[in-house]
């Protein structure tokens, strides 16, 4: 194969991703996703918190459209403020023209049918829990700082080879 003892090494133990170097460069990455995934987690949670808050209606159902190919019904309901929504429904679940479902107005005037403000406040909690215990791990990872270390168990130039 042509490979000198000397040489195997250098593929595996002088590999980049084991320098003090490689190490150091990539030490910050996890702390600034940490940020960003706490802000995703955050803006989740109070999104899901608002729309939990939001106010149950009494819909009319308007009309109702036969989706034979996938088996579900298309139904159009209109708030007592006047704002419309298309829902997709299944066969089993669809309500008569004419009938007054629950349904939840949220922000911006879109309509969903059904109260499902229980189910928003505990994914609201879970988000909201998640994202403070991440930006308390950050304060406390802030304080308490890494040691300057890395797994590295020979010097760097270990591995080099001579020069011919």
Known sequence: ???????????????KGE????????RG???????????ICLV???A?????????????????????AAGTNTVVLVAP??????VTVAYADTPAVGAS?????????RLI????????????????????GIVLRAAWRIRHPRPRQTTVLVPDDTYALPPH
């Open 1 to 15: 194969m042509g490979l000198r003892e000397h040489q195997i090494g250098k593929g595996t133990l002088g590999y």
């Open 19 to 26: 320098t003090a170097e490689y190490f150091e460069s990539k």
């Open 29 to 39: 990455l996890w702390d600034h996703f940490r940020w960003l995934l706490a802000a």
């Open 44 to 46: 989740l949670g109070v």
């Open 48 to 68: 899901f918190l608002v729309a939990s808050a939001s106010p149950v209606v009494a819909a009319r159902v308007v009309s109702v459209t036969d989706d034979g």
């Open 81 to 86: 403020n006047g704002a419309t929504a298309a």
């Open 101 to 109: 479902e629950q349904a939840t107005q949220l922000p911006g005037g």
């Open 113 to 132: 049918l059904g109260d499902h403000s229980a189910q928003g406040r505990g994914a609201a909690l879970i988000f909201l829990a998640l994202g403070g």
